[in-house]
């Protein structure tokens, strides 16, 4: 690899600070009594209890998943701490009583939030560590009957629906990491729009991981009646640390008749530094059902940190018409390593999907897209169409695909496409013949790949994932 | 034209390059001067192409001995950006396909960046659409490509047009043209010959590396030199490369020494 690309990939990490506030922090390890304190501690009502032992019963009866495409050291359940919260104080009225070091965090990650919120029309539910500290916009959201808040305020303002819904979607012991956050969750975000609503504003929540050590275990459910719709925005980013950190965060989605859900994920967690040490590991479970008719669930993720990722946001196509998205973006760099893809199930009757995928390697780092496209027997003239790209830059990494196709109902069309491109040096040189240095040509050429993706983002998402692929992929040059 | 005294743009002493340790440009000596066109012409793999991309600042090569000084600059100790803002310019033999970028995005940045550099008006996406389109009418390209992605799918002499089209836009100071008749048609030499001969003014320089005299006979050369091995061996005037078409490089060989005292001299 050149000297010019060499230094275009390592771009030190700039959202990489700790924020001091005090924690506290449960015992490490993991057993029943760890489950009781946390539910104890969040003052849970028994149900929820005893979802988290069945889950907790079924984790310990699975095994940690070996399939996927990435290499990690074993990790040790018993040395992480399973809560950690900031110590409570009295309840907020407004954003002027957030910590004011946590404003300052957001502030360096060129989030100001108020600002945001303000300007936007965004309402942000922040999410620290594991515990939402402010909620914003809700009186307003509450005039139209939407409920957005924290999971464990909806545990307890809305019992009836956390019960009815909470893992419909994403079963308890569905893989060994849900059922780990089913045991042990601590906080997420709960979004319920009723019939007919749809949502005025983008609902965002920014999260981030804070103390060194500790898991986090985000659980997010989201809830569309019948021909509601929502646009759901989740970003996140975390301080520099030695130490890998597990997220292993579970998000239930569920559409009724008619009704919309576009989720947009904007990832930069820490992925460790230049040598591959640290970093986060991101096992997530997303999950999308599209229970009723016409209704339609759509996923856009831009995942550009952590040291590994690994995640599938899929899709059940249950109502008859129903349609399914998944626009893909995975940016890995140095060591970084990303096994990411989608399921699309199609069960109803004339069921869509579009899976369009864009990875983007360079460095050392490994990237995978596994995408499964099922078409079940009762699916009649169900389609899919699935394009899968991959871009390397430099000649130390590593893509591939693995697409899985099974289709049981004669009447379906699945298309598969996929390319692999390189930046040549010999582009480079092209755009610094017309004048336009490395950095803005990398630049240009990866938000020309992406371009189909960040179509789908929401705009001022759109334009801070072009700038998170920048801190990324360039550097200084020279 | 070939005007008394007026300022060198270009000159090159001893210009040594080597690819992946082999040399190629073996001691290139070559000077051109504003308002003048220079020819290059030579056997396949004699270095033309090299020679055009050591100028541009190509990192594959190193470049191993001989000075380059460009306007009176040292142009061995800017990087390849900074040379084209300084305005160099290189259409290209094999111009690189870039999907996914807008052409007239591409070219728009290219175009701004050179403004700033000269402390002039940069366009924005609007301005600079009812600009670009004047220019295309110029080289008969069809305002389409605007909206292609850079060089994708155009064919050869679609490709070499768009060149052109950046030689517009820019208006550098040095233009080398490397094989930018190879590909066309006929109708199309012309249209390029007769943009690029629009382009040449007292104050800028072209350089032309062409296998071709049918180019000469539109864009009419002040001198023509013959490349072979990595040096320049031989320098006429535009009835070099017509005594080139009739007798062949084998000539060249034979008369080397007669011929390597050339016009200025
Ligand atoms: N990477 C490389 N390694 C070794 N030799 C190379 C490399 N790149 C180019 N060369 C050689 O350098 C020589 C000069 O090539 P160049 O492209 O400059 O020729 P040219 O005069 O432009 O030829 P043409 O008329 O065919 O365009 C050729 O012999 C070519 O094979
Ligand atoms: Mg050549």
Redesign the interface.
Known sequence: M???LQSLVNQPYKHGFVTDIESDIAPKGLNEDIIRLISAKKNEPEWLLSFRLQAYQKWLTMTEPEWQNVHYPKIDFQAISYYSAPKPKKKLASMDEVDPELLRTFEKLGVPMHERAALAGVAVDVIFDSVSVATTYKQKLAEVGIIFCSISEAVHTHPELVQKYLGTVVPVGDNYFAALNSAVFTDGSFCFIPKGVKCPMDLSTYFRINTEGSGQFERTLIIAEEGASVSYLEGCTAPRFDTNQLHAAVVELIALDNADIKYSTVQNWYAGDEKGIGGIYNFVTKRGLAKGANSRISWTQVETGSAITWKYPSCILRGDNSVGEFYSVAVTNNYQQADTGTKMIHIGKNTRSTIVSKGITAGHSNSSYRGLVRIAPTAENARNYSQCDSMLIGDQCGAHTFPYIQVHNNSATVEHEAST?KI????L??????????E?AVS??I???C?DVFQQLPMEFAVEATKLLSFKLEGSVG | MIIENSPTILSVQGLRASINGTEILKGIDLTVRSGEIHAIMGLNGSGKSTFA?VL?????YEVTGGIIQFEGKNLLEL???ER??AGL??A?QY??E?????NT??LR??YN??QA?RGKEELDPLEFDDFVREKMKLLEMKPDFLDR?VNEGFSGGEKKRNEIL?MAL?EPKLSILDETDSGLDIDALKIVASGVNRLTNKDNATILVTHYQRLLDYIVPDFVHIMQAGRIVMTGGKELALELETRGYDWISANKQQAMAGVRA
């Open positions: 050149s000297a010019v491109s040549g040096e010999d582009q040189f092209y755009f610094s013949q017309r004048g336009i240095g490395a803005e240009m050429i938000n020309g790949f371009k | 991309k541009a600042g190509h990192s594959a990087p390849p950006e084209a803002r310019f290189l290209f111009p690189i870039i999907p996914g970028v807008a995005q591409f940045l290219a960046t050179v550099q992605s950046q820019l």
